[in-house]
């Protein structure tokens, strides 16, 4: 391994602690020796997904998760939300077990799964108005929200009316319109072009030093995790194991054109790829075998 890739300790302390003068006796999420498997039709065995993964997040936290395409990024994902139960380990949240989907766990997918036939801001607030709050209790935040993602000229128009990017930030604005404690993002630019998908992490990583929310970001690109997380998590091909973290040393608010002129990137860039070629190679070997 080279000198610049160094493997950070998993019990990091409360340095990502935002909630200032809270006590907070436990990580945001704590994800301990989970396995997960799923059965395969129409085979006898099973497919083992997820090998004793092990992750904490702190309060505040943004970390992203890298690994080759079926190495169970979704899967650790979806068991965060609660979408599925782990076969062996468990999860918690602030220190409660995760035993389903819940309001304090917000999920934004690769592709904004608006209603066509609502407005805007009608998506936005889906989630308050569905649960009977009343429209005193929820329009302020919608209004914040709208303009925070720049749709607020846009709140009457219907999705089909626009652009992707601009579906993608409505279906931000509704994942975090009820302040959930938590961000599960399921690589939520990868359908977007390459400009759009740049203003998209600059408009995230702007409400995200605003809210401090905590989030777990999926991505196969090494220059979206440099760019947004504290930490990058990098998993093995399957079954997914933690195959390395690192600590991302970039200050904030940072700008691309910053990024790619530091050498530090670079170097990080190379040695992140170095490991996700060998998983790859090794997740070839085994389609082979
Ligand atoms: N609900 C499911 N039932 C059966 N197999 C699944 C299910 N979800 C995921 N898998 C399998 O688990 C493996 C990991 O999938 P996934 O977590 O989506 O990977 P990634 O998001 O890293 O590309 C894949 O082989 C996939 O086919
Ligand atoms: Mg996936």
């Known amino acids: 391994m080279s000198a610049h890739l160094h493997t950070t300790t998993r019990s990091s ?22 396995h997960k498997h799923f059965a395969q039709p129409g085979k006898g065995d099973s497919q083992q ?26 899967t650790l994902l979806n068991l965060v939300a609660g979408f599925e139960q782990p076969d062996g380990g468990r999860l918690l949240c ?114 995200w030093q605003q809210k401090r929310t905590t989030i777990l970001f999926v991505t196969h690109d090494v220059d979206e995790a440099l760019f947004l997380a504290d930490r990058v998590v990098i998993l093995s091909s399957r079954p997914g194991r933690i195959r390395q973290e690192l600590q991302v040393p970039f200050e904030r608010p940072r700008s691309f054109e910053d990024l790619v002129a530091d050498p530090r990137f670079g170097a990080l860039k190379r040695d992140i790829l170095h490991v996700l070629r060998e998983e790859a190679a090794k997740s070839l070997q085994s389609v082979a075998a």
Not at 51 to 74: I, N, P, R, T, Y
Not at 126 to 145: I, N, S
Not at 176 to 195: N, T
């Open 13 to 34: 302390g409360g340095h990502h602690d935002r909630d200032h003068g809270h006590s907070q006796s436990h990580s945001r999420i704590q994800i301990q020796g989970v």
């Open 49 to 74: 997904v997820l090998s004793d993964v092990s992750l904490e997040l702190q309060h505040g936290e943004f970390v992203c998760l890298l690994g080759a395409s079926g190495c169970g990024k979704s």
């Open 94 to 207: 602030d220190g409660r077990p995760i035993t389903g989907p819940g309001p304090e766990r917000g999920m934004v997918f690769q592709q904004p799964t608006l209603f066509p036939w609502l407005t805007v801001r009608q998506n936005v607030d889906f989630g308050p108005r569905m649960a009977g709050q009343r429209a005193a209790d929820y329009a302020a935040r919608a209004d914040e929200f709208l303009r925070l993602v720049g749709l607020a000229d846009f709140a009457d128009h219907h999705p089909w009316q626009l652009s992707g990017g601009m579906r993608q930030r409505a279906a931000l604005a509704r994942a975090w319109l009820p302040e959930p404690e938590i961000l599960l993002m399921d690589e939520p630019f990868g359908a977007l072009d390459a400009q759009t998908r740049l203003a998209m992490q600059e408009l995230l990583t702007g409400i």
